[in-house]
């Protein structure tokens, strides 16, 4: 039995891309905040979200203390974290996906 020697893979670049990290935007369970305003906010601000899926999120936040909404590039999630906190919404520090 021979052994062919080890070749290690040629490099054609040495530059790696990588990717811009993306980031959470957690809402947080507290007690002013109603149902509906929470449902009512997430519909409004976080694009694509869906009625079912809002109040799916709601009662997320209400029975485990938080829920993460929505996830993608910083810019948004500042954006998104920053009008859901206008609303009066209890909102986690942005932190990475």
Same mark, same amino acid.
């Given at each position: *039995?021979? !052994? !062919?020697?080890?070749?290690?893979?040629?490099?054609? !670049?040495?530059?790696? &891309? =990588?990717?811009?990290?993306?980031?959470?935007?957690? @809402?947080?369970?507290?007690?002013?905040?109603?149902? %509906?305003? @929470? +449902?009512?906010? /997430? *519909?409004?601000?976080?694009?694509? *979200?869906?009625?079912?899926?809002?109040?799916? /999120?709601?009662? =997320? @936040?209400?029975? #485990?203390?938080? +829920?993460?909404?929505? @996830?993608?590039?910083? #810019? =948004?999630? %500042?954006?998104?974290?920053? =009008?859901? !906190?206008? #609303?009066?919404?209890?909102? +986690?520090? /942005? %932190? &990475?996906?």
């Amino acid at each position: *039995m021979t !052994s !062919s020697p080890t070749v290690a893979p040629t490099r054609s !670049s040495q530059t790696v &891309k =990588q990717p811009y990290p993306n980031y959470k935007v957690i @809402v947080l369970n507290d007690d002013f905040n109603t149902f %509906e305003h @929470v +449902a009512h906010c /997430l *519909m409004q601000y976080i694009p694509g *979200m869906t009625t079912d899926l809002a109040w799916e /999120l709601t009662n =997320q @936040v209400h029975y #485990e203390g938080q +829920a993460t909404v929505w @996830v993608g590039p910083l #810019e =948004q999630a %500042e954006l998104y974290h920053q =009008q859901l !906190s206008r #609303e009066g919404l209890t909102m +986690a520090p /942005l %932190e &990475k996906a």
